[in-house]
């Protein structure tokens, strides 16, 4: 939907496992972005990454990693060291790297439960 | 980096009357200020957005102002109707690093 996929739509885990969500644009996006729901807080950015092989933190990296080895694709893995990680999960892009004024196109989103 | 506020957090009003959501930055750099639609278990959609040199946009129903002096932008949207039932998010982006902040959202209620 809108070119960005994530999957899957909600992702069951046992805590004290790794999981990894996906995320695939083929909008041709340089920049992709992971950030975090929680009912109340917003958007909280988690990783950015504008070119392949590159990323930065966000404000709330800690727990996650990622990786970005192909443009299209930018997963996420909720390592068991991240404390709260039940929460939805949205990953975005943009077309620009470094403009700054192109909007985030969003996937649909997944939501995590961890118990 | 970049502060943003967003008020109100929750707002009802009646069908047919106009509601507003206004929105501060803290950094003068920032440039760019998109602003988004979520439903309910859905992704954010961008609704409207405005650049820096631009002080008032306008679509339809929807219209954003913004202020660089006082750092602060406002969602105005007319002629509500139920459909408009939704969280709306402000952020603000800057030039370079292609980063963006958000609000935490207002959860805006059409009451038929």
């Known amino acids: 939907d809108g070119g960005i996929t994530q999957s899957p739509k909600y992702l069951f885990r046992k805590e004290g496992q790794n999981v990894t969500l996906s995320c695939e644009q083929n909008?041709?996006?340089?920049?992709m972005y992971w950030y975090r729901q929680d009912p109340g807080q917003g958007l909280r950015l988690i990783y950015y990454s504008q070119i392949v092989n590159d990323f930065q933190k966000g404000d709330i990296a800690e727990g996650y990693s990622v990786s970005r080895e192909k443009k299209e694709s930018f997963p996420l893995t909720v390592t068991s060291a991240q404390k709260n990680p039940t929460a939805f999960y949205l990953c975005?892009?943009?077309?620009?790297?470094?403009?700054?004024?192109?909007?985030?196109?969003f996937g649909n989103g997944t939501r995590l439960t961890v118990t | 980096g970049e502060n943003v506020e967003q008020h109100p957090s929750t707002l009802s009003v009646q069908e047919g009357d106009s509601a507003v959501i206004k929105c501060t930055y803290s950094?003068?750099?920032?440039?760019?200020f998109p602003w988004y639609k979520q439903e309910l278990g859905k992704r954010p959609q961008l609704i409207i957005d405005?650049?820096?040199?631009?002080g008032e946009k306008k679509d339809q129903r929807i219209a954003v102002t913004l202020n660089k002096t006082a750092k602060h932008f406002s969602l105005h949207i007319t002629e509500t109707q139920p459909e408009d039932s939704a969280v709306y998010f402000c952020?603000?982006?800057?030039?370079?690093?292609?980063?963006?902040?958000f609000g935490t959202g207002t959860s805006l209620t059409v009451i038929p």
């Open positions: 950094d003068s750099a920032s440039n760019y």
């Open positions: 909008l041709n996006h340089d920049a």
């Open positions: 952020a603000a982006s800057k030039p370079t690093g292609n980063q963006f902040y």
């Open positions: 975005a892009s943009t077309p620009i790297q470094g403009a700054g004024d192109s909007p985030l196109h």
């Open positions: 405005i650049r820096s040199n631009v």
